[in-house]
């Protein structure tokens, strides 16, 4: 318990820090934004079912799952077993990039 705690402060802290680093992607008709995941926080920290808002958030933000992926601040938690776990629940596939 202690671990998913620790986990979820660091990426809440992550995401606000990023907050403000937007970027679009390669197609140019999404602005990439970290934030947009906030109402994922609770599935990906706890493993939990995600709420219709994150599938829908996580829908919106797929083309810059990648990005995310690469980016070494982010990677961790967005190729966590979670995070796959709250992608496949929400019928997004995971990104080969």
Known sequence: MKNTTKL?????TLLLLLETAPFSTAEGDVTCVVTELRPCLPAI???????????GKL?????CL????KNPALSQYVSSPN???????CG???PSC
């Open 8 to 12: 979820f402060v660091a990426f809440a």
């Open 45 to 55: 920290t706890t493993g939990g079912a995600p709420s219709a808002e994150c599938c």
């Open 59 to 63: 829908k919106e933000q797929q083309p």
């Open 66 to 69: 990648c990005g995310y992926i």
């Open 83 to 89: 995070a796959r776990k709250v992608l496949s629940a």
């Open 92 to 94: 997004v596939p995971y």
